[in-house]
């Protein structure tokens, strides 16, 4: 990355930043699905000591956001010192041939990505002993103050799991932060500038991810709003929305909670969306009637997968 972009990263020494960015990375670093931790949820309540980048409060303050106080920032210097990394795989990916490919050029912009976004805090470090006594031997390991746990793998081999004494950061997870904020900014623009300025309030916003939006819109014809070629106009251009129904026009749609929504599309097949469930389980055993009767009686339906686990490095199938 350094031969290709020219640009050497600075890490962070100082513990305040590092902390500070950390807060930043809410999903990632300090708040955990079924976590303790206090969480940035939706609701028009006082949000205190949220961190984010310059760029999105901005954002936030022209739509109506009344700032208190600023507790601290952090100054840094800025460059789009990886765009002609993420244009190339972005180019090589629109040009593709077949679904391998597609996937693989998306891979190389997102494992970036990743790396960014990692944590070395929950790294732990791993210690194979075949006795019990001894310097290296097992006793000697659990005595230590940063035992973990251990796994009996026969009565001559056990792995025993140590937390990690000291964390090196090597990872620059500004980078991972700066794009979290600029990522959901470009969404919000997109709502803001261009739905609510052009459309109004004939479009009613159902459901928002990631980088993606679902609208109801009335009274409007969508496909003389110089959007008429979206699918091949925008296809696979970075910061463009595309239309993912390809012109077809959505007719019902059904969202439970984010990753869980569903709709009926003109001349397709209805998308069924479920995150924790296989796609094989979601494609033939969950129909559109079951997001509704979730929606509408609260029920609770439930469907058996199988997966292929490993533990203890023995491998098996499981039903759950």
Request: proline residues 2%; contains cysteine; hydrophobic residues 35%.
């Amino acid at each position: 990355m350094l031969k290709y972009t020219g640009i050497k990263l600075q890490l962070l020494t100082d513990i305040d930043m590092l902390l500070f960015v950390e807060r930043g990375i809410r999903g990632e670093h300090v708040s955990q699905p079924g976590s303790n931790q206090e969480k940035l949820l939706t609701t028009l309540n006082n949000k205190e000591r949220y961190v984010l980048h310059y760029v999105a409060l901005k954002q936030a303050l022209k739509y109506g956001l009344q700032l208190k106080h600023i507790h601290r920032t952090l100054q840094f210097n800025q460059k789009p010192w990886l765009k002609p990394y993420i244009d190339l795989n972005s180019e090589m990916r629109k040009n593709t041939k077949n679904e391998f490919e597609k996937m693989l050029f998306k891979l190389f912009n997102n494992a970036v990505y990743g790396n960014t976004m990692e944590t070395e805090r929950k790294s732990v470090g791993v210690k194979l002993v075949n006795k019990w006594e001894g310097r290296y031997g097992c006793e000697a390991y659990i005595a230590q103050p940063n035992f973990h746990s251990c796994a009996i793998f026969n009565e001559d081999f056990v792995a025993v799991h140590l937390v990690r004494a000291e964390i090196s950061v090597r990872k620059p997870i500004y980078i991972g932060l700066a794009v979290l904020d600029l990522s959901k900014s470009l969404v919000y623009r997109f709502h803001y500038e261009y739905m609510q300025e052009r459309v109004g309030d004939n479009a009613k916003l159902l459901y928002t991810d990631t980088a993606s939006l679902i609208y109801e819109v009335s009274d409007v014809d969508m496909y003389v709003l110089s959007i008429n070629n979206i699918p091949r106009v925008n296809k696979k251009k970075v910061e463009l929305m595309k239309d993912e129904c390809n012109g077809n026009i959505m007719t019902e749609f059904v969202g439970l909670r984010s990753k869980m929504y569903s709709a009926k599309v003109q001349g397709q097949q209805p998308i069924k969306k479920a995150k924790g469930v296989k796609s094989s389980v979601v494609k033939t055993t969950i129909e559109f009637d079951d997001y509704i009767h979730c929606l509408r009686d609260k029920a609770t339906i439930t469907r058996q997968q199988k997966n292929i686990r490993s533990r203890l490095h023995v491998i098996r199938t499981e039903k759950e």
